[in-house]
């Protein structure tokens, strides 16, 4: 079945729930994907057009990411979570997605989102990807989607 990794990326903790329960489903090691300098509540304030998030958007602005991941080339698998931000992945997830040589990946994609749906995340996410990679499948991840849920759609796919 080969090594299994779950990246994701959590403003606020509700990606970091997710994550945290597919490891436990799918028995992969965990990393967290940690902006140089962290975020504050008024930094990913989208209300506000001068919010950091925003900025970087727009930007189209590099985030710094804290560590890396030892080994990346002896996963096989790479769940990789994060809250959907303008329609796709934050600057921060693309950042750390160019870090890496995915070749041979079978990349699978997990959001979370207060009303977005998942929309062309994997296209817009692809142009950071490096290397002949797969993905696999995505999926948004409500509050209201049990435990049983994820085991049936991580069932699915690996």
């Not at 965990?30 to 975020?39: K, M």
């Not at 600057?91 to 040589?101: E, L, P, S």
């Not at 499948?137 to 796919?157: G, T, Y």
């Amino acid at each position: 079945m080969g090594r299994k990794i779950i990246a994701y990326f959590s403003a606020e903790g509700s990606t970091e729930k997710v994550a945290k329960a597919l490891a436990k489903i799918t028995g992969a090691d965990i990393f967290s994907i940690v902006p140089t300098v962290p975020y504050t509540a008024s930094d990913i304030n989208w209300k506000n057009p001068l919010a950091r998030c925003n900025k970087e958007k727009i930007g189209k602005k590099d985030v710094p990411v804290e560590g890396r991941i030892d080994g990346f080339e002896d996963y096989d698998t790479v769940f990789l979570g994060f809250p959907i931000w303008y329609y796709g992945a934050p600057n921060v997830v693309n950042t750390f997605v160019k870090g890496y040589d995915w070749s041979g990946k079978k990349i699978v994609l997990f959001a979370t989102s207060g009303g977005s749906d998942m929309g062309k995340t994997a296209q817009k996410l692809e142009p950071y990807l490096s290397g002949d990679y797969k993905i696999a499948a995505q999926k948004l991840i409500r509050p209201s989607d049990k435990a049983d849920d994820l085991k049936k759609w991580v069932s699915e796919i690996i």
